[in-house]
């Protein structure tokens, strides 16, 4: 169903690319089918993981993440925040109504959103485009809005920020009657998206005592890589980290293209510039998925379309009052996000949402600390689950010392990579060994049970994993005299099999609701 309905969606939009007369009209059927290709892509993912959310958080407590995470920031499962005041107030914005998680599948399965974005990207302009349009955004608002359902990869880190205001600046535009000032307005859009990640990687690290070009010396990229390295196997980001040279030019390229995107609003509607942009923006974005495992491309790339040409005679920076003062609640909201963290210093996207653009730069990225020989360590925990057997395949082993000369593989879910440094942050967070793993545990039932979590059978999970290990994976990065080196270093720090692993998942699942 979601093959043939992602087709449909495809079909129509090269339909719309072929029958426009001029690339500038495809400014609004263009946004609406490229946004809804990308939302109904992942539908099934996205109603999994909000249920798979809902459970976790329902079974550990929202009180105890709370003070666990309190403090800390990361892409983890278990963040649970409410809006602040007075987004509080502010009905979808502010979560509300929350949606249980059958109504939340109903809604994302049936494609809802999708359905609302399709009318309005081929309604004619005019109030039939502006009740599309409306429609459109309150259900984007409801959808997206709901926090259970914004840790999901495609979306934390604010990535559905940008394509939430870009169809608030669509509806703006259709209420001016000006689609030309919709695409000026995209454009400054565009520029803070970009532009804000790039100036504040030269700002934050001052405001830490670092030199303002501290961000762009290799080091940070090369700790960034090895993480993902650590984390997700990734042998491709470890193949660059070992060439200082390599990463530093990386860094200082990532800082001058993000910045550059701050003279898009100035650039003229005609200009080719913005398509070279276009072109590094994608470029970007795969290097990005391909290295950091971060893909912004399905919630960013549908506002691309403001960088097509626009027609000839469009008035250079002229935009309506509707479209003007959506980009100053933009803003605003930018103003008051960096407030916040510059207060706080800690990132309040779950507070804020959808307000502000967060800088993609945070302590535990780029605040690796220096030992007293000038080495970085970076270090991860991630789980291997395998088959550890004796002679007879049909009998796990329950030896420790057999387990750990042969652990298995790393545990990848499918539903959403970011699980996998969910486990790293509860080493980081809980306090305790014997409180990650539960956790840990925990995540790991519920993950390999779903989307059926209302049968889970922990016999059989068991039985199909045979064995468990939590293993620190760490790099060491030096700098001597005789050159640059890296040191590989692994650690098993807790295994569990036969016997031992049934009875510690038994224990981690004693506090959910739902019968074993």
């Not at 798979?52 to 499962?77: D, I, M, Q, W």
């Not at 599309?132 to 934390?156: F, N, P």
């Not at 809980?430 to 790991?444: D, E, K, M």
Request: with cysteine; proline share 6%; hydrophobic share 50%.
């Amino acid at each position: 169903m979601r093959v043939l309905i992602c087709a449909a969606l495809a079909t129509a939009l090269a339909y719309s690319v072929q029958m426009a007369e001029h690339p500038a009209n495809m400014l609004r059927p263009g946004i609406c089918l490229s946004l809804a290709l990308s939302l109904a892509w992942t539908a099934p993912l996205r109603a999994q993981f909000f249920e798979l959310r809902h459970k976790y958080v329902e079974t550990v407590g929202v009180k105890p993440l709370k003070r666990e995470l309190a403090g800390f920031y990361t892409n983890t499962f278990g963040e649970v925040s409410g809006a602040a005041w007075p987004l509080c107030l502010v009905p979808l914005v502010n979560g509300a109504p929350k949606l249980s998680p059958r109504v939340y599948r109903s809604l994302v399965t049936n494609y809802c959103v999708e359905t609302a974005l399709v009318a309005a990207g081929l309604a004619p302009a005019g109030p039939a485009a502006v009740c599309g349009l409306v429609v459109a955004v309150l259900l984007l608002l409801l959808a997206l809005g709901q926090r259970m359902g914004q840790m999901l990869g495609m979306v934390s880190g604010h990535k559905d920020v940008l394509a939430t205001w870009t169809v608030l600046v669509l509806l703006a535009g259709e209420l001016d009657g000006t689609l030309g000032g919709a695409r000026v307005g995209m454009r400054w859009l565009m520029a803070a998206t970009y532009g804000i990640p790039g100036i504040t990687k030269l700002v934050l690290p001052r405001l830490q005592g670092r030199s303002w070009l501290s961000w762009m010396d290799g080091a940070t990229l090369q700790c960034i890589l090895l993480e993902r390295t650590a984390l997700y196997g990734n042998n491709l980001a470890k193949l660059v980290a070992s060439y200082p040279v390599l990463c530093a030019a990386g860094s200082v390229t990532a800082v001058l293209f993000e910045t550059l995107w701050l003279v898009l609003p100035c650039l003229a509607p005609l200009a080719s510039t913005p398509m070279c942009l276009a072109a590094a923006g994608i470029l970007f974005h795969l290097g990005c998925t391909l290295l950091l495992g971060i893909n912004f491309l399905p919630m960013w790339l549908p506002t691309y379309w403001c960088l097509l040409p626009g027609p000839p005679g469009t008035p250079h920076l002229n935009i309506g009052c509707w479209t003007a003062g959506v980009l100053f609640l933009f803003a605003a909201g930018n103003a008051w996000f960096y407030a916040e963290l510059l207060s706080s210093e800690s990132v309040p996207e779950g507070r804020l949402w959808p307000l502000g653009i967060p800088p993609y730069y945070s302590r535990y990225c780029t605040g690796y600390r220096v030992d007293e020989e000038g080495d970085v360590e970076i270090a991860a925990v991630v789980l291997e689950i395998g088959s550890s057997r004796s002679d007879n395949p049909g009998c796990p082993s329950t030896d420790p010392s057999h387990h750990v000369s042969r652990r298995g593989s790393v545990w990848r879910p499918e539903i959403d990579q970011y699980l996998v440094r969910r486990i790293n942050a509860e080493f980081r967070a809980a306090g305790s060994l014997q409180a990650a793993i539960q956790r840990n545990l925990l995540l790991l039932a519920l993950v390999e049970s779903s989307p059926r979590l209302e049968a889970i059978d922990v016999d059989s999970l068991v039985a199909r994993w045979q064995s468990v290990s939590w293993v620190r994976k760490k790099f060491c990065l030096s700098w001597r005299a005789t050159g640059f080196g890296i040191k590989e270093e692994e650690e098993v720090v807790h295994a569990l099999s036969g016997g031992e692993l049934e009875a510690a998942v038994k224990q981690a699942w004693r506090l959910h609701p739902l019968q074993i």
